[in-house]
């Protein structure tokens, strides 16, 4: 049954309230703005290293040997990445060979959602009111119901165990001759369920074992509960997950029978590893697609700061209508659209500035269309000033006597 709390807000304290986001907009413009002129930079500083890296990238066709000649050089192979090493989770004993073992805790738990609706009312006040619906699920931790809304759903919350998620992981994962860095080995993620049913030796926490009836073990989770297949508030899922030995295609620069990143002379720098086989050319190709990706993500941030930095400044404008809604609403509409005007200016200029700052060219050309856009929309404006007074009508003449 949904929870419903209405708070009340006066005129006045939303007048103050619109006031004091005006630094709160100013900072995220400035927010925005950063990020934008940064991530240009990012992005053709990353993009000059992924060509420098290209151009003396070569293959290593047989990784199974260290070859001196290939020492301290960009290369891109292919192999079988592997390891001797027997992994084991100490918690409940399980082990395996394996790069990697994975666990992963859930809480079977209440969880509370909200809904908030705000209504405007005559005299500039402002109504909020928050729906509290109750629902259990499967979390990643334990929740607090002590500080839930509705008393009825407080302290309704209990666990029968608490399992921190956990990754063991090889230290000495190899590609032939060549062993592989940390920061490579973290870059093999693909998993796969790690059968714990049945292992003899697998054990589990001495407080849960006081209890047997309530710890089940089922192809690969563990379960602490009554019943695996209905649980209850409390109930803990623990899934076990690997990843195994397999095929792996690199590239970074080789120094002695390891691997080091590749540092362009513009500080970024580039080792990656991708599983299964992939050309030189392939790989290459999918680093420049993810540095436009992310560029185009960040810029999307960067405007969405620098727009609501221009609309948290311009909101008491609105506010301050507020005595009358509809007049608010209008006043609204045309806020939003003077933001809009505002942050694709802005934004065109900051990145304009950017690429002016490290690829000049385009920067020009993108400053010559934010002119051209100020200048649109100033002829826009004035277009559609006020209408120029009629002429007063000619008088009819006398007739001639």
């Avoid at 805790?105 to 009312?121: G, I, L, P």
């Avoid at 509290?132 to 008393?151: H, L, M, Q, R």
């Avoid at 200029?349 to 649109?376: C, F």
């Amino acid at each position: 049954m949904a929870y419903t709390v209405k708070t009340t807000t006066s005129y006045g304290k939303r007048v103050g309230n619109s006031f004091k986001k005006i630094l709160t907009g100013f900072l995220l413009l400035i927010a925005g703005t950063v990020l934008l002129f940064w991530n240009e930079g990012r992005t053709v500083k990353t993009t000059r290293m992924l060509k420098h890296a290209q151009k003396e990238c070569v293959h290593l066709p047989d990784p199974s040997a260290v070859d001196p000649a290939f020492d301290g050089k960009m290369v891109h192979l292919n192999g079988f990445a592997t390891t001797d090493e027997i992994l084991t989770d100490s918690y409940f004993g399980v082990y395996t060979n394996a790069v990697k073992i994975i666990r992963e805790a859930e809480y079977y738990q209440w969880v509370e959602h909200s809904h908030t609706e705000t209504r405007d009312k005559i005299g500039g006040g402002q109504e909020e009111i928050t729906t509290y619906t109750y629902s259990k699920e499967w979390v990643g931790s334990p929740v607090n119901s002590d500080s839930f809304e509705d008393p009825d759903y407080r302290g309704r919350n209990s666990v029968k165990a608490n399992v921190e998620d956990n990754t063991v992981t090889a230290q000495n994962v190899t590609v032939g001759a060549y062993k592989l860095t940390p920061g490579l080995v973290a870059q093999m993620n693909n998993e796969v369920p790690f059968e714990i049913e049945g292992v003899e030796d697998f054990e589990i926490n001495k407080i849960v074992a006081q209890d047997p009836e309530n710890y089940h073990v089922k192809s690969n989770v563990a379960y602490i509960g009554k019943n695996i297949s209905v649980p209850e508030i409390g109930d803990v899922r623990i899934t076990f997950t690997k990843v195994m030995p397999a095929d792996v295609s690199i590239l970074s620069r080789i120094v002695g029978n390891t691997f080091e990143p590749f540092v362009d002379k513009n500080g970024y720098s580039l080792s990656t590893l991708k599983e299964g086989t992939e050309s030189m050319e392939a790989m290459f190709q999918g680093e420049h697609s993810a540095n436009k990706m992310t560029a185009w993500l960040l810029r999307l941030l960067g405007i969405i700061l620098v727009y609501s930095g221009f609309k948290s400044m311009f909101e008491f404008l609105v506010t301050l209508l507020k005595v009358l809604p509809f007049l608010a609403s209008i006043m609204n509409l045309g806020v939003s659209l003077v933001c809009g005007v505002l942050t694709f200016v802005w934004c065109l200029v900051v990145i304009a500035l950017g690429w002016i700052w490290y690829r000049p060219l385009l920067g020009i050309l993108l400053l010559a269309l934010a002119a051209a856009a100020i200048w649109y929309f100033s002829k826009k404006g004035k277009e559609k000033g006020p209408a120029p007074e009629a002429a007063p009508a000619e008088q009819p003449k006398a007739p001639e006597q």
